[in-house]
């Protein structure tokens, strides 16, 4: 059965039993008014206009986390309440191999409890095996990933530009007619049996990032290597062209042969690299200016005039 329970004696009866014109009259006006609040049938009255988008209605507290896997959780999607009401939670998928889960979960744990008629539930979706079916079918793609359920349905999503518990809240108080609690004192909790019947266990999020050793080793070769190819691959001339390694070329290998060897470098062989271009010849220097003698005497310039 995917139905929360229900007790057979507060399912409403299809038999009116309302005949006299002032009870009727007297059932209307509680009905408008109802003296006791009862979410099963006076809720919808108080909402007329649709100003929410959500109304949690079912009856649920919890002052931890629900943990759980991928598998049960997709079970817990059937869920339907018998009377119509609209269940929610709010899920955080996360890894235990994610820092930025690691960042969220102290935060995810403080929503637990400041809500009433709200589940805080936390998915392990580190394994792909398991979770595959809420990757293709609800977009989990990453973690960590905080999603609004009603009804089983995946109605509003977080977004990953702050982590933060504001950004939590925001995502509940925007989509849904719940108000935050104003008081730190633990009510009574109230959680389905169908939440434990599943494998979820009340505990918080708990993410402590273990440290690689192996992969941490094989990053820094990695490192390593790509850097020594670098160097290797900027002073690839200086080491192919340099006396021991033509030399070496010459007495192991033919012509063809290094070539295809240099040409593999991106080198070119040293036969086919032409000879370095003369240097300029240097400029003839200008002769020296005449010094100008003493003992000669300079005349005047010759004029002849004519008659």
């Given at each position: 059965m995917?139905?929360f329970?229900?007790?057979?004696?507060?399912?409403?009866?299809?038999?009116?039993?309302?005949?006299?014109?002032?009870?009727?009259?007297r059932?209307?006006?509680?009905?408008?008014c109802?003296?006791?609040?009862?979410p099963?049938?006076?809720?919808?009255?108080?909402?007329?206009?649709?100003?929410?988008?959500?109304?949690?209605?079912?009856?649920?507290?919890?002052?931890?986390?629900?943990?759980?896997?991928?598998?049960?959780?997709?079970?817990?999607?059937?869920?339907?309440?018998?009377?119509g009401?609209?269940w929610?939670?709010?899920?955080?998928?996360?890894?235990?191999?994610?820092?930025?889960?690691?960042?969220?979960?102290?935060?995810?744990?403080?929503?637990?409890?400041k809500?009433?008629?709200?589940?805080?539930?936390?998915?392990?979706?580190?394994?792909f095996?398991?979770?595959?079916?809420?990757?293709?079918?609800?977009?989990i793609?990453?973690?960590?990933?905080?999603?609004?359920?009603?009804?089983?349905i995946?109605?509003?999503?977080?977004?990953?530009?702050?982590?933060?518990?504001?950004?939590?809240?925001?995502?509940?108080i925007?989509?849904?007619d719940?108000?935050e609690?104003?008081?730190?004192?633990?009510?009574?909790?109230?959680?389905?049996?169908?939440?434990?019947?599943v494998?979820?266990?009340?505990?918080?999020?708990?993410v402590?990032?273990?440290?690689?050793?192996?992969y941490?080793?094989l990053?820094?070769?990695?490192?390593?290597?790509?850097?020594?190819?670098t160097?290797?691959?900027?002073?690839?001339?200086?080491?192919?062209?340099?006396?021991?390694?033509?030399?070496?070329?010459?007495?192991k290998?033919?012509?063809?042969?290094?070539?295809d060897?240099?040409?593999?470098?991106?080198?070119?062989?040293?036969?086919?690299?032409?000879?370095?271009?003369?240097?300029?010849?240097?400029?003839?220097?200008?002769?020296?200016?005449?010094?100008?003698?003493?003992?000669?005497?300079?005349?005047?310039?010759?004029?002849v005039?004519?008659q």
């Amino acid at each position: 059965m995917n139905h929360f329970n229900v007790k057979p004696e507060d399912l409403p009866s299809k038999k009116c039993f309302i005949e006299e014109p002032a009870d009727i009259a007297r059932h209307t006006f509680l009905d408008t008014c109802p003296i006791h609040f009862d979410p099963t049938c006076n809720d919808p009255i108080f909402n007329p206009n649709h100003e929410f988008e959500f109304r949690c209605r079912y009856p649920m507290m919890a002052n931890m986390v629900l943990s759980i896997n991928s598998t049960s959780f997709l079970e817990l999607m059937k869920l339907r309440d018998p009377f119509g009401r609209d269940w929610c939670m709010i899920v955080m998928f996360y890894s235990e191999s994610c820092p930025f889960s690691a960042r969220l979960a102290p935060y995810f744990n403080q929503i637990a409890g400041k809500f009433e008629n709200l589940l805080t539930v936390a998915v392990d979706a580190s394994d792909f095996t398991k979770s595959y079916r809420l990757n293709f079918r609800y977009g989990i793609s990453g973690t960590p990933t905080v999603l609004l359920w009603v009804n089983g349905i995946g109605v509003a999503r977080m977004a990953n530009n702050n982590l933060n518990l504001e950004s939590i809240k925001n995502v509940i108080i925007t989509h849904t007619d719940l108000v935050e609690k104003t008081s730190d004192e633990a009510k009574k909790e109230c959680v389905p049996e169908k939440f434990f019947s599943v494998g979820a266990e009340l505990k918080n999020v708990s993410v402590v990032l273990k440290e690689d050793v192996l992969y941490n080793a094989l990053y820094t070769l990695g490192c390593f290597l790509i850097c020594v190819a670098t160097f290797i691959y900027h002073v690839r001339e200086r080491i192919l062209l340099s006396a021991p390694v033509l030399q070496w070329f010459q007495s192991k290998c033919g012509g063809p042969l290094c070539d295809d060897i240099y040409f593999l470098f991106y080198v070119v062989p040293p036969r086919h690299q032409r000879p370095p271009p003369p240097a300029p010849a240097p400029e003839a220097a200008d002769p020296p200016a005449a010094v100008p003698d003493e003992n000669v005497v300079e005349l005047p310039p010759l004029v002849v005039e004519d008659q």
